[in-house]
């Protein structure tokens, strides 16, 4: 594995302690360890506790990428994307839009002939342009479903319901 500077470069001059910590010890201590643990299934174990931790910022759109670089493939990621023909994306607005790593996601993969339907939960906000926004990073795309705005508070069964209809 390569040296990481992405700390340093980033934060070097406002937080060098800190840069540092994440480049000399996180990585160079810790990931470099490859006869412990091989970087590939250490990103895969990564990308994993990040997304079920609801982590979406830029540590995971840079923890996919490294992901990428140490070998996972598309198809490892999502398992085999060619056998759904209907793909449900959710997730929490923020700042009026989807969190970036949504636009990551949809430009990774080739959804043309598919069907996706948008749903997100917010505090208020509606889904104002988010479903015109993420058209632009999936120009491949088919169809698209009508978006669906929730509440923080939506049960499981209003969402199960919309599922049910957007399947289709
Ligand atoms: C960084 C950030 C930005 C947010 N921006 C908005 C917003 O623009 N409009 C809104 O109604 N809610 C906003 N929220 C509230 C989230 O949409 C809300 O917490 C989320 O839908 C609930 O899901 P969660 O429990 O997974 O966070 C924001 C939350 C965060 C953390």
Redesign the pocket.
Known sequence: MGKVTAGKEMLGDFAPQFAGFNDDVLFGEVWSREDKLAPRERSIVTVSALLSS?ILDSSLKFHIQKAKDNGVTKEEMVKDMGRYDVVLIGF??????APRIIQTFLESYDFSGKKISLF??????GMGDTQEILRLSCPGAATWGAGRRFS?SASESEINRWVGKSSF
């Open positions: 609801g929490p607005i923020w700042w009026y839009v997100a939960t917010s505090g208020m906000s923080e």
